[in-house]
């Protein structure tokens, strides 16, 4: 199974901590991000990951290399010329996969979701893309229908609705920055240079299946800010036992 990591970002938020280091490196409970994203990826049966990298990028490939890769297979998708946002990176990153469905997966949470099942979700329905939802506070929500479909985003601190889907009776989902993508979203990502995924995805559901899964008993985690961090230490060696 393949997966990717999305670990380009600057890290605004967690400043001081990415002044001299990248986000992905940021330690909670005194392990690196990125490392508990692919030890729980390993443990889902990922043996083959790509990590796109910008901000302090070398710190990244050097900390791979230093862990033997963790017994993964990891290939660079390299944006040090260019910061890609999300949808731009998963796009520059196309080449290294094939036909079977990926993981895509953010840095900057802890969760222990059973991805697994997300995976297997998404065998079952066939869509463009399963999404890993729950119902928690967010100030930016999907818009799903009974089916689970997405249909819309919302901005809830400033009121901005985009509606894709007319007409549906639209539920507020938060996004867990989890899922799974089917290579057939890469040919129908006309957007160029960088670019939103949420940007991406609304535009294509107005025509294209987006699933959600939703999961509100799993630990969820932003692992964003630097009270975040200390939020989510506590919870680190149950993690570290469960997924190693």
């Not at 990922?46 to 963790?70: C, K, M, P, S």
């Not at 930016?140 to 609705?161: M, P, S």
Request: proline letters at 5%; charged letters at 20%.
């Amino acid at each position: 199974m393949d997966a990717m990591i999305l670990a380009a970002g600057l890290g605004t938020r967690l400043r001081p901590y990415t002044l001299h280091q990248p986000k992905a490196l940021v330690k909670v409970g005194g392990v690196p991000m990125l490392e508990l994203v692919i030890l729980r990826l390993r443990h889902a049966g990922v043996r083959r990951l790509v990590i796109n990298i910008h901000h302090f990028g070398a710190q990244i490939t050097e900390y791979l290399r230093a862990r033997d890769n963790f017994g993964l297979e990891i290939l660079i998708s390299d944006e040090r010329g260019q910061l890609l946002d999300t949808g731009g990176g998963l796009k520059k990153a196309a080449g290294f996969f094939g036909d079977s469905p990926l993981w895509v997966y953010n840095t900057d949470v802890l969760c222990d979701s059973d991805i697994s099942e997300l995976y297997a979700a998404h065998l079952r329905h066939n869509p463009l893309v399963t999404l890993l939802v729950s119902h928690r506070p967010t100030s930016r929500a999907f818009l799903v229908n009974e089916q689970g479909l997405l249909c819309g985003w919302q901005n809830n601190q400033t009121g901005e609705r985009r509606i894709s889907r007319p007409g549906e009776a639209l539920l507020p989902v938060a996004y867990s920055c989890i899922q799974v993508v089917d290579p057939r979203l890469f040919s129908l990502m006309t957007e160029q240079g960088a670019f939103s995924l949420t940007d991406c995805y609304i535009r294509l559901a107005a025509t294209q299946e987006l699933r959600t899964v939703c999961d509100d008993a799993c630990l969820w985690m932003d692992l964003g800010r630097p009270e975040h961090l200390e939020a989510a230490a506590p919870f680190v060696a149950d993690f570290l036992q469960r997924f190693s």
